[in-house]
């Protein structure tokens, strides 16, 4: 049985990332809207999304950085819920994400006119992700070859092609669902990988569900050739 080929074949990589503090630390909310209207990208993402790869073998929706400090260094349990209520997944760029932490913020300063600075030594210090991407040895011209690959890829390249995917390129959704959807005309598949919500799950459930629907297409498609 031979497989659609596709136009370009889906180069897998993977990325090692490296946290460096930075100089910037907020004592309280103002001092943190400051920051966050002027650290870089990387720094808004690395908060946001670190919780997903540092707690891959769990599955509850992960908090955000600025929700953890705002509860446990401000007691704002109001905030600390709104912000931890963002749906990440919702923005497909850091700037529309940045400015939806800002604006809850703002709002909740607005309606709250007191203000609490964090303990000495509990500020929140600001860290930034340096990233570098790396191709890896797994290279797919169909689909069976992607299920193959997909299989042996580590925790760190399927992370890249799921989440960063979205932030790197202001995409609606992951490298996957690009590459089945334009390169290999498979719109179905695409779809049904793009209904996945990656931010409920863990990585490796998040990798055998995706395999799981790899596979189920090669069998339709072997026995609409037989």
Do not use: C
């Not at 950085?65 to 109001?78: G, I, K, P």
């Not at 500020?123 to 797994?138: C, K």
């Not at 992607?146 to 890249?160: D, G, M, Q, R």
């Amino acid at each position: 049985m031979s497989l659609k080929k596709a136009a370009s074949p889906f180069q897998f990589v993977t990325e090692v990332s490296l946290t460096r503090l930075t100089t910037r630390k907020a004592s309280n909310l103002t001092e943190l809207l400051k920051h966050l209207s002027e650290v870089s990208g990387s720094s808004i993402y690395l908060h946001t999304h670190h919780f997903l790869k540092q707690h891959q073998f769990l599955s509850p929706e992960p908090p955000n950085d600025f929700a953890h400090w705002v509860n446990s260094a401000l007691q704002d349990e109001r905030l600390a819920e709104k912000l931890a209520s963002i749906d990440t997944v919702r923005f497909t760029t850091i700037r529309s994400l940045r400015e939806k932490i800002i604006q809850t913020i703002q709002v909740h300063m607005e309606k709250n006119k007191s203000r609490r600075d964090a303990p000495p030594g509990d500020e929140f210090r600001f860290m930034q992700a340096v990233s570098f991407v790396m191709p890896t040895p797994f290279v797919a011209w169909d689909l069976q070859e992607f299920s193959n690959a997909l299989k042996k890829i580590s925790i760190n390249s399927l992370y890249h092609h799921i989440f960063e995917a979205r932030i790197r390129g202001n995409q609606d959704s992951n490298d996957f669902f690009n590459w089945f959807a334009h390169e290999l005309g498979e719109i179905q598949l695409a779809q049904a990988i793009a209904k996945m919500d990656p931010y409920t799950q863990t990585l490796e459930g998040l990798r055998k569900r995706i395999i799981t629907q790899v596979d189920k297409q090669i069998r339709e498609a072997e026995h609409a050739k037989a």
